[in-house]
């Protein structure tokens, strides 16, 4: 019988960042987790609200590409779970995720506050090849301001996660998706989503790459179908030193087809060091390349930047209070 337990656990962070040479995109980011967990006997319950205050100029580029100024946006997520066993090996995975997003005086450059509602239940069952089979059904809602966009959306797909050594797991997403819009727009209907990935881990190397396509929310006021590329390589050269080369590229549309932003691009390279000067500090510096392309531009841009980045986060056991009952 499994011991009853509530834990509660704080964390604030902070990113202060600086551009060599593209000043106008230095930037003080703050986020803070807030996360819960009851266990009882069968029953595992959490609750996680996490919030962002960033700026538009960084973190719009990926999602977006509407960076032409400086605004301020604001994200919060509410996210409520329950995990159920049924046995050892098999299980019950209900998720409620809410999602809002605002923008600071940001409609003049096409950025609209949005809600983003879903709700996901899988059965996760174990096989005996070291493997994790789980089935999902996801129902979710997005809202736009101001352009009256909403949207519903519904998927099936089944996921395959396996460690094919003791260092290495792969996974295999496959799902099926339809999606209705309200009267004043129209768009793809139906689609695939999939996730292709592998990671490995040595004594002091971790890579990882991953080939997809999944549906996400954005400020352009519009649900789209991104198509992404990643790898990522990171080693620890010293017990505070440690070593990454991140490379992304997407492709992604709006499923939407009233608003603009077709058939946009972006790719980005990073590599760098990551200094932990103490438990709580930390120092990241580095070269950042990012390409963005899009229908609706007249000209692909580009940055060229060195990037250094003070990062303010305290170690998860720091602000961890756990009772055991």
Do not use: C
């Amino acid at each position: 019988m499994q011991t009853e337990k509530t834990e509660i656990n704080i964390v604030p962070r902070a990113i202060f960042s600086k551009y060599s040479g593209e000043k106008n995109l230095d930037s003080n980011d703050y986020f803070l987790n807030l996360s819960s967990l009851l266990i009882t006997e069968k029953t595992y319950w959490r609750f996680n609200v996490n919030y962002v205050r960033d700026t538009s100029l960084v973190s719009e580029l990926e999602d977006t590409g509407l960076v032409q100024t400086r605004k301020t946006r604001e994200k919060i997520m509410l996210i409520p779970s329950l995990i159920y066993e049924f046995s050892d090996r098999t299980n019950l995975k209900a998720t409620f995720n809410f999602l809002r997003v605002e923008y600071m005086d940001a409609g003049t450059i096409g950025l609209v506050d949005y809600n983003h509602k879903t709700t996901d239940i899988a059965v996760v069952t174990e096989t005996g090849d070291k493997g994790e089979l789980s089935v999902s059904l996801n129902v979710s809602q997005f809202e736009a301001a101001d352009v009256s966009n909403q949207s519903d959306h519904v998927s099936l797909s089944a996921m395959y996660r396996r460690s094919l050594t003791d260092s290495m797991e792969s996974e295999v997403l496959f799902g099926v998706r339809e999606s209705d819009f309200d009267s004043k727009q129209y768009g793809d209907k139906n689609g695939i989503l999939f996730r292709l990935g592998i990671n490995k881990e040595y004594e002091q190397t971790t890579w990882k790459v991953e080939l997809s396509r999944m549906i996400n929310p954005v400020g352009s006021g519009s649900m789209v179908e991104r198509d992404r590329v990643s790898a990522n390589v990171s080693r620890s050269m010293t017990d505070k030193l440690k070593s990454s080369i991140r490379v992304s590229l997407l492709k992604q549309k709006n499923l939407a087809k009233n608003l603009a932003n077709e058939g946009r691009r972006y790719s980005q390279f990073d590599v760098g060091l990551h200094w932990q000067v103490t438990d709580y500090w930390s120092m990241r510096g580095g070269y950042r390349y990012r390409y963005n392309e899009s229908g609706w531009m007249l000209n692909a841009v580009d940055s060229n930047a060195l990037v250094f980045e003070f990062i303010y986060f305290p170690p998860e056991k720091l602000s961890r209070h756990t009772i055991n009952n």
